[in-house]
T-cell receptor, first 115, second 112 residues
Framework: AQKVTQAQTEISVVEKEDVTLDCVYETRDTTYYLFWYKQPPSGELVFLIR??????QNEISGRYSWNFQKSTSSFNFTITASQVVDSAVYFC????????????FGPGTSLSVIP | EAGVAQSPRYKIIEKRQSVAFWCNPI?????LYWYQQILGQGPKLLIQ????????DSQLPKDRFSAERLKGVDSTLKIQPAKLEDSAVYLC??????????FGPGTRLLVL
């Protein structure tokens, strides 16, 4: 069965600090997709990244970076030099080969960046 | 490109009343999803449409929830009758195929 765990319920950092959001997943499939979404206070889920299970290369996009490690079933998200606008709930999600469209979301991590 | 549109944005009803939510997906997106997001939790899929056919409604409480997607474009989600535990944000998302889902702003429902 597929499952996504985000052990950090809430994180608070001071502006300009780096912060890493953890994501651990469970799946029996060898082919699957991992996602990160951001949900700001406005409520709309914003897509950040999608990775397939065969691409373990780390990715960097501006201040955002993602570390995918199949050996530990983790897909962690790091924000460098955090800003107040990064304050949001961040969701890690998983979809399996057998049901690409069906996305299972983790419980989310609420990030507060304090000025 | 216009995003996923949803209305209303907020709705307050009393238990046992009925309510309906509307979603207009991104133009050309064949797949449409409805999610329920209870406060403090991640979104949970209620129903998935491919064009105007249902692909997955295994988590839809069919005794009170119904959804339709006429003509494969707009969709309506209805709750009848509502219960207190239905208080949540109802999110609509769309995708071109087996790709990334794009979400609307959601409808916040409060059942009193």
């Amino acid at each position: 069965a597929q499952k996504v765990t985000q052990a950090q319920t809430e994180i608070s950092v001071v502006e300009k600090e780096d912060v890493t959001l953890d994501c651990v997943y469970e799946t029996r499939d060898t082919t699957y997709y991992l996602f990160w979404y951001k949900q700001p206070p406005s409520g709309e889920l914003v897509f950040l990244i999608r990775r397939n299970s065969f691409d373990e290369q780390n990715e960097i996009s501006g201040r955002y970076s993602w570390n995918f490690q199949k050996s530990t079933s983790s897909f962690n998200f790091t924000i460098t030099a955090s800003q107040v606008v990064d304050s949001a709930v961040y969701f890690c999600a998983l979809s399996e080969e057998t049901s690409y469209d069906k996305v299972i979301f983790g419980p989310g991590t609420s990030l507060s960046v304090i000025p | 490109e216009a995003g996923v549109a949803q209305s209303p944005r907020y709705k307050i009803i009393e238990k046992r009343q009925s309510v309906a939510f509307w979603c207009n997906p991104i133009s050309g997106h064949a797949t449409l999803y409805w999610y329920q997001q209870i406060l403090g939790q991640g979104p949970k899929l209620l129903i998935q449409f491919q064009n105007n056919g249902v692909v997955d409604d295994s988590q839809l409480p069919k005794d009170r929830f119904s959804a339709e997607r006429l003509k494969g474009v707009d969709s309506t989600l209805k709750i009848q009758p509502a219960k207190l535990e239905d208080s949540a944000v109802y999110l609509c998302a769309s995708s071109p195929s087996t790709e990334t889902q794009y979400f609307g702003p959601g409808t916040r429902l409060l059942v009193l």
